[in-house]
């Protein structure tokens, strides 16, 4: 069984940044591929940035690239998402998921339980 665990979620203002955390337990977190996703009220799960096994290949979101950054240490079984220049519309739970990397949901078979993260304006 693979746990994921976010952490570093909360409020800021615009223009802003954060850091958010994905500890991961359970198999081999190397084996996996990492994701963020994001999840605004009443609008559908959408990819933020991924990351490969290795860390060498990152790939981000239209919306975010230039501004987030992803990384992981696994060493420390953990994923992370560097969120600079903040805007209202990044507003929403955070979530990292393990799998076989990609832009979509279903490539991605673990789950964390999210993070909130708001940007006032």
């Known amino acids: 069984q693979v746990q994921l665990v976010e952490s570093g979620g909360g409020l800021v203002q615009a223009g802003g940044s954060l850091r958010l955390s994905c500890v991961v337990s359970?198999?081999?977190?190397?084996?996996?591929?990492m994701g963020w996703f994001r999840q605004a009220p009443g609008k559908e799960r959408e990819f933020v940035a991924g990351?490969?096994?290795?860390?060498?290949?990152?790939y981000y979101a239209d919306s975010v690239k230039g501004r987030f950054t992803i990384s992981r240490d696994n060493a420390k079984n953990t994923v992370y998402l560097q969120m600079n220049s903040l805007k209202p519309e990044d507003t929403a739970v955070y979530y990292c998921?393990?799998?076989?990397?990609?832009?979509?949901?279903?490539?991605?078979?673990?789950w964390g339980q999210g993070t909130q993260v708001t940007v006032s304006s």
């Open positions: 359970g198999r081999a977190f190397s084996w996996y591929a």
């Open positions: 998921a393990a799998g076989l990397g990609g832009r979509k949901r279903d490539e991605y078979d673990y």
């Open positions: 990351v490969s096994w290795s860390g060498g290949s990152t």
